[in-house]
Nanobody
């Protein structure tokens, strides 16, 4: 079992930045990939970014490329999502997720992931 706890969300103005954190606990030695997704009201959950736990290769959705940066601190079992130049359309609940075992190239699919956090709300006011 792996437990994930997100933090760092909030209410900001357009153009502002937030750094989201996700702390993993439990069987973290088995984590292969960490991902960030978001879900806006009335919409499906969308992929934002992923990072390989070993090696650190990163992947981004086109909608956030150049504005968001994923990173990790293995010693702290924490993955971060730095969100810059926020827009009102970035408003959503942001979730982190963990995939156990080997990396899979369908990292953008939420069905790939085994564990999910409870989410943190990001609201961007225009």
């Amino acid at each position: 079992q792996v437990q994930l706890v997100e933090s760092g969300g909030g209410l900001v103005q357009a153009g502002d930045s937030l750094r989201l954190s996700c702390v993993a606990s439990g069987r973290t030695f088995s984590i292969g990939t960490m991902g960030w997704f978001r879900q806006a009201p009335g919409k499906e959950r969308d992929f934002i970014s992923a990072i390989r736990w070993s090696g650190g290769m990163t992947y981004y959705a086109d909608s956030v490329k150049g504005r968001f940066t994923i990173s990790k601190d293995n010693a702290k079992n924490t993955v971060y999502l730095q969100t810059n130049s926020l827009k009102p359309e970035d408003t959503a609940v942001y979730y982190c997720a963990a995939k156990m075992g080997a990396f899979r190239y369908n990292y953008y699919s939420d069905s790939t992931y085994d564990y999910w956090g409870q989410g943190t709300q990001v609201t961007v006011d225009s």
